[in-house]
Nanobody, 114 residues
Framework: QVQLVESGGGLVQAGGSLRLSCAAS????????MSWYRQAPGKKREFVAVISSGGGTSYADSVKGRFTISRENAKNTVYLQMNSLKPEDTAVYYC????????WGQGTQVTVSS
């Protein structure tokens, strides 16, 4: 069984920063990509950022230059550093880890006040 535990969400004012973490544990082997998605109220879940096993990254246009994804392979952990936050970044953020199968975290709420 695989578990993804997310942390770091919260309430922040516009222009502020938050750092999300997602740690994978259990029977998970050979993690390939690790990524973040988000879902705002009344909207579909959308891609935010991804990092490959080799460290290559890709971002949604809406977060480029503000968010940074990173990973610590020894800890099976992925991070999302979010700077210059905007009210439109308010959403539940989910991590996704792909190994031999895809696994999702339970989500962590990020709320940005104007």
């Amino acid at each position: 069984q695989v578990q993804l535990v997310e942390s770091g969400g919260g309430l922040v004012q516009a222009g502020g920063s938050l750092r999300l973490s997602c740690a994978a544990s259990g029977r998970i082997f050979s993690i390939n990509t690790m990524s973040w998605y988000r879902q705002a109220p009344g909207k579909k879940r959308e891609f935010v950022a991804v990092i490959s096993s080799g460290g290559g990254t890709s971002y949604a246009d809406s977060v480029k230059g503000r968010f940074t994804i990173s990973r610590e392979n020894a800890k099976n952990t992925v991070y999302l550093q979010m700077n210059s936050l905007k009210p439109e970044d308010t959403a539940v953020y989910y991590c996704k880890v792909v190994g031999t199968a895809a696994y999702w975290g339970q989500g962590t709420q990020v709320t940005v006040s104007s």
